[in-house]
């Protein structure tokens, strides 16, 4: 089983993909854009906001009280 890993950085990119770091340094892509149809990420769907995007906590997080936990991060991307 592979241990949680937290995010240690994120790019966010104009095609709504997270260009993700791991804190074990693998890089990893991560598309939003089946999220962005769901609570809350729909609101994501202005790119000034998605484009936002930062880590704390080790997950990625946007303005307004909006995050995605490093697990389903992890799992849903693919490596770079």
């Given at each position: 089983?592979?241990?949680?890993?937290?995010?240690?950085?994120?790019?966010?990119?104009?095609?709504?993909?997270?260009?993700?770091?791991?804190?074990?340094?693998?890089?990893?892509?991560?598309?939003?854009?089946?999220?962005?149809?769901?609570?809350?990420?729909?609101?994501?769907?202005?790119?000034?906001?998605?484009?936002?995007?930062?880590?704390?906590n080790g997950?990625?997080?946007?303005?307004?009280?909006?995050?995605?936990?490093?697990?389903?991060?992890?799992?849903?991307?693919?490596?770079?």
């Open positions: 089983m592979q241990p949680l890993l937290d995010v240690i950085s994120v790019v966010p990119q104009a095609d709504c993909t997270l260009l993700l770091t791991f804190e074990n340094n693998e890089r990893r892509i991560f598309d939003m854009v089946p999220y962005l149809e769901k609570k809350p990420f729909c609101r994501l769907k202005k790119l000034p906001l998605f484009m936002k995007a930062s880590v704390e997950t990625v997080v946007w303005p307004g009280n909006i995050d995605i936990d490093p697990e389903t991060l992890w799992h849903c991307s693919r490596a770079v």
